[in-house]
Every structure is written in C-alpha cells, then in structure tokens.
C-alpha cells in the first residue's frame, strides 16, 4: 500500500468511528433528538424556514425519510407547517419555540462536549483540524457529508 491509500484508509476508518460516536452521542445529548433531526432543525433555524423537498435535496435524502423525520418532529411540537405567503399551496416548515428551545440545549451540550474532548489540543491543532473538516466538507460530495 502506498503511503497515500494508507492515508485513504486511516481516513475512512476514523470517519466512520466519528460518525458512530456521533450518532451515539446525540441519544445522550437529547433521548428524543436523533443525529438526523438535530440536523434538519439545525438547517431550519439557519433558513428560517424550507419546504420538506427543500430539506430532501440539501441532504441528498428521499422525500418518504424526510416526511418521516418531519412528521416524528411535528409530534413532537418542536417544527410546524405554515403557507407560504408568496404560494398559498405551499408550507413551509418553521421551528416551534419549542424546537428553538430543544435546539439550543442540544448545541450547547454538543459544542461543550467537543470542547471537553478536545480541551487538550493547541489551538494550532485545532485551527487545522477544522480547515481540514471545511475543506473535506466543501467536497464536491457535500450534500451526504454535512449532515
């Protein structure tokens, strides 16, 4: 193996041992909340607002998984259907107070624990690491990477 397929597989082994700690820790983070809700209400707040289909193509989903994350987030009070002022045939899906709530329990837990995790590393490393994470994610994959 050359140094760089060596590189390639160190990557992906440590992407999916992120990615598995990450979907652990959302449960711990808010029992309610899965990884992928967190991120549809993350992508709700910084658009104030989309449509389901909006949300289905952002994350390169299938409409039928995010009707399913929609509806389980309606029940759960924290994101509602409004009509489009612009196309009464429309709704768009907006946070609750209470999903803006849920929220920003959720990222401040999150954020703390990152900053527990990686309290120990120089802020070089850190400044590194995530220009690293934005370049990976500015991939031209970037719909199936960010969330």
């Not at 397929?5 to 652990?24: C, K, L, P, V």
């Not at 703390?112 to 590194?128: H, V």
């Amino acid at each position: 193996m050359t140094a760089a397929e060596t590189a390639i597989e160190t990557i992906h082994r440590e992407m999916t041992a992120f990615a598995r700690r990450a979907r652990a820790s959302s449960g711990r983070l808010h029992p309610e909340l899965s990884l992928v809700s967190y991120t549809l209400l993350l992508h709700l707040e910084a658009s104030g607002g989309c449509r389901s289909t909006d949300l289905a193509a952002h994350y390169a989903l299938d409409k039928s998984t995010v009707s399913r994350q929609v509806a389980a987030l309606e029940r759960a009070g924290l994101v509602e259907r409004r009509r489009d002022p612009e196309d009464h045939r429309v709704q768009v899906l907006h946070l609750t107070d209470a999903g803006r709530e849920i929220l920003a329990q959720v990222t401040r837990r999150r954020r703390a624990a990152f900053q527990e995790r990686l309290e120990e590393w120089p802020t070089e490393d850190l400044t590194r690491f995530a220009e690293y994470l934005k370049r990976y994610n500015a991939g031209p994959d970037t719909a199936t990477t960010s969330g």
